[in-house]
């Protein structure tokens, strides 16, 4: 019978059963087939096989050793699949084209950690252990919000990112696009908002006050056809992503390229990190923008979901203008908490007429609830609680277990240093659904996500050191159901390093910083 602890599966499936004999080894004759729904999936799986192995690995009949199809009466669940490997060959079945999708991320697992380098070392045999795996997620909403506003990231960044999730059976990007410091999506009808709002003069360096500089100019977008291709790759991979344009606060970028959208004039694109008091007006020509913007983004992004922010808006400039304060009598709001309330309404009932659901950070509880909206709770977990008792769908992101810009240690040479600790360990054992929900409302918990702001973190290097393996962990946490235990993960964690590695992802070691400095080719960020 074969070994399968040799194959630390992350995340962990929910059945797990090890057959007899000796598995299939993968040779030059090697067929693949698939019915038309799980096509996809065969590419990918070629593809990335292919280029490990030096196998052809060329498509077949039905007689295939390694055959993938789809079968929405086999059981299994939504995103569910089964993988049977035995001598005569390896069949993934999929509840939908999800299911086969990570039946066959399971399988590449199975194999060396080879099998994620980009080119054959020649020393591999590609052997498939005899297993019969039962599977599917725990959460429909398997999210990583990466933050591209602060510090841009290019597009091969943002696709590489999506690989190494579809890798872990994550199913949404939340791309953070607008901030204080840059506007980082074209729109058609707003040129200056990447001629103008996508560069600031030099960044923050630190956490420190006072703040210092670097004095480096930086910026960059993503033109319209860039997003089309990140959109359609991530759909290749059964990964949704949701566009965040945060609304009303940090909008200091927008406001220097359309001056007239605020309450203060002209000012600078946003150089400095933390919570500003530059905040759009609320008047019909304010609104009108939110919603040409929107109006192009729903062209963009065909998933369901768009994030509208809503987080950290000061109120000081609504106190003192006269356009908000009338615009608070006409509407019959009691303060400006409802009329933050009131402009995030009138873009929910917009992305509704499209079709749309509208999310935001937890303060759109504040002053009124919008209809139909999502709530992403990161202030804890009580904004996800209230609004689940509220009849509304949650994903739960609370920052003490969530947030992976945070320190890994307290060792003083840990290279990002701010935010509180959270260790793998941290990650893994916070239970997404919080207590004395009843079963009805739990199930307004559509799933959990982490999130990765990039203040200080401003190389693909440093970005690889934050994610993993707190991802790793947060990816088990998601799909697996059952009960967690880190001592029993962390062994299968430390064996799926060797994965991380094969794929050339900088991670943290488990031991600490030091080790990091030390590894053959690195000598430093970069």
Same mark, same amino acid.
């Given at each position: 019978?074969?070994? #399968?602890?040799?194959?630390?599966?992350? =995340?962990?499936?929910?059945?797990?059963?090890?057959?007899?004999?000796?598995?299939?080894?993968?040779?030059?004759?090697?067929?693949?087939?698939?019915?038309?729904?799980?096509?996809?999936?065969?590419?990918?799986?070629?593809?990335?096989?292919?280029?490990?192995?030096?196998?052809?690995?060329?498509?077949?009949?039905?007689?295939?050793?390694?055959?993938?199809?789809?079968?929405?009466?086999?059981?299994?669940?939504?995103?569910?699949? @089964?993988?049977?490997?035995?001598?005569?060959?390896?069949?993934?079945?999929?509840?939908?084209?999800?299911?086969?999708?990570?039946?066959?991320?399971?399988?590449?697992?199975?194999?060396?950690?080879?099998?994620?380098?980009?080119?054959?070392?020649?020393?591999?045999?590609?052997?498939?252990?005899?297993?019969? #795996?039962?599977?599917? =997620?725990?959460?429909?909403?398997?999210?990583?919000?990466?933050?591209?506003?602060?510090?841009?990231?290019?597009?091969?960044?943002?696709? @590489?990112?999506?690989?190494?999730?579809?890798?872990?059976?994550?199913?949404?990007?939340?791309?953070?696009?607008?901030?204080?410091?840059?506007?980082?999506?074209?729109?058609?009808?707003?040129?200056?908002?990447?001629?103008?709002?996508?560069?600031?003069?030099?960044?923050?360096?630190?956490?420190?006050?006072?703040?210092?500089?670097?004095?480096?100019?930086?910026?960059?977008f993503y033109t319209q056809d860039d997003i089309r291709e990140i959109v359609a790759y991530a759909a290749a991979r059964h990964i949704t992503v949701v566009p965040e344009i945060d609304v009303p606060g940090h909008t200091q970028a927008a406001i220097h390229?359309?001056?007239?959208?605020?309450?203060?004039?002209?000012?600078?694109?946003?150089?400095?990190?933390?919570?500003?008091?530059?905040?759009?007006?609320?008047?019909?020509?304010?609104?009108?923008?939110?919603?040409?913007?929107?109006?192009?983004?729903?062209?963009?992004?065909?998933?369901?979901?768009?994030?509208?922010?809503?987080?950290?808006?000061?109120?000081?400039?609504?106190?003192?203008?006269?356009?908000?304060?009338?615009?608070?009598?006409?509407?019959?709001?009691?303060?400006?908490?409802?009329?933050?309330?009131?402009?995030?309404?009138?873009?929910?009932? /917009?992305?509704?007429?499209?079709?749309? !659901?509208?999310?935001?950070?937890?303060?759109?509880?504040?002053?009124?609830?919008?209809?139909?909206?999502?709530?992403?709770?990161?202030?804890?977990?009580?904004?996800?609680?209230?609004?689940?008792?509220?009849?509304?769908?949650?994903?739960?992101?609370?920052?003490?277990?969530?947030?992976?810009?945070?320190?890994?240690?307290?060792?003083?040479?840990?290279?990002?240093?701010?935010?509180?600790?959270?260790?793998?360990?941290?990650?893994?054992?916070?239970?997404?659904?919080?207590?004395?929900?009843?079963?009805?409302?739990?199930?307004?918990?559509?799933?959990?996500?982490?999130?990765?702001?990039?203040? /200080?973190?401003?190389?693909?290097?440093?970005?690889?050191?934050?994610?993993?393996?707190?991802?790793?962990?947060?990816?088990?946490?998601?799909?697996?159901?059952?009960?967690?235990?880190?001592?029993?993960?962390?062994?299968?964690?430390?064996?799926?390093?060797?994965?991380?590695?094969?794929?050339?992802?900088?991670? !943290?070691?488990?031991?600490?910083?030091?080790?990091?400095?030390?590894? =053959?080719?690195?000598?430093?960020?970069?």
């Amino acid at each position: 019978m074969p070994d #399968i602890s040799a194959h630390p599966l992350v =995340p962990r499936p929910a059945q797990t059963v090890p057959g007899e004999g000796e598995g299939l080894t993968l040779t030059a004759s090697t067929r693949m087939s698939a019915d038309p729904e799980a096509r996809g999936t065969l590419m990918w799986l070629q593809r990335e096989l292919g280029a490990a192995t030096g196998l052809p690995l060329a498509s077949g009949d039905e007689a295939s050793e390694i055959r993938l199809s789809v079968d929405p009466r086999a059981g299994l669940g939504r995103e569910g699949y @089964r993988l049977i490997v035995d001598g005569e060959g390896a069949i993934v079945v999929g509840t939908d084209p999800a299911g086969v999708f990570y039946g066959a991320q399971t399988l590449r697992q199975l194999l060396p950690a080879a099998a994620y380098r980009k080119a054959p070392l020649g020393q591999a045999r590609w052997t498939l252990p005899a297993v019969r #795996i039962t599977d599917a =997620p725990r959460f429909r909403w398997r999210g990583m919000m990466l933050d591209v506003a602060r510090h841009f990231a290019p597009k091969r960044e943002v696709m @590489r990112c999506i690989d190494l999730m579809a890798m872990h059976k994550l199913n949404v990007l939340h791309l953070h696009l607008t901030d204080d410091q840059g506007w980082r999506i074209e729109i058609r009808r707003y040129p200056r908002l990447t001629e103008a709002a996508s560069w600031r003069t030099q960044s923050q360096v630190g956490a420190g006050k006072p703040p210092v500089f670097d004095g480096r100019p930086h910026g960059g977008f993503y033109t319209q056809d860039d997003i089309r291709e990140i959109v359609a790759y991530a759909a290749a991979r059964h990964i949704t992503v949701v566009p965040e344009i945060d609304v009303p606060g940090h909008t200091q970028a927008a406001i220097h390229a359309y001056p007239e959208l605020g309450e203060a004039g002209q000012i600078p694109v946003g150089t400095q990190w933390g919570i500003f008091d530059e905040v759009l007006s609320v008047t019909d020509e304010a609104l009108e923008f939110c919603r040409n913007v929107l109006d192009e983004v729903v062209e963009l992004f065909p998933g369901p979901y768009v994030h509208v922010g809503g987080d950290e808006c000061p109120k000081d400039q609504w106190r003192k203008s006269e356009s908000a304060q009338r615009r608070i009598e006409e509407e019959g709001l009691a303060d400006e908490d409802e009329l933050q309330s009131w402009f995030v309404r009138r873009l929910g009932e /917009h992305l509704a007429s499209h079709g749309r !659901r509208l999310v935001g950070w937890d303060e759109i509880l504040e002053g009124g609830l919008a209809p139909g909206a999502t709530v992403m709770s990161w202030r804890g977990e009580e904004g996800g609680i209230a609004a689940a008792r509220a009849g509304h769908d949650v994903v739960m992101s609370p920052t003490a277990t969530s947030y992976l810009d945070y320190r890994q240690s307290d060792a003083e040479d840990e290279p990002v240093k701010v935010g509180t600790l959270l260790r793998p360990e941290d990650v893994y054992l916070a239970e997404p659904v919080p207590q004395g929900l009843t079963e009805e409302e739990a199930e307004h918990v559509l799933g959990a996500q982490v999130n990765v702001w990039t203040e /200080h973190i401003d190389t693909p290097r440093r970005l690889d050191y934050m994610l993993f393996p707190r991802l790793s962990a947060f990816a088990e946490k998601v799909w697996s159901s059952g009960p967690r235990d880190y001592a029993e993960f962390e062994p299968r964690l430390r064996g799926h390093l060797a994965r991380l590695d094969a794929a050339g992802v900088e991670y !943290r070691p488990l031991e600490g910083p030091r080790p990091w400095h030390t590894r =053959p080719g690195v000598q430093g960020w970069g």
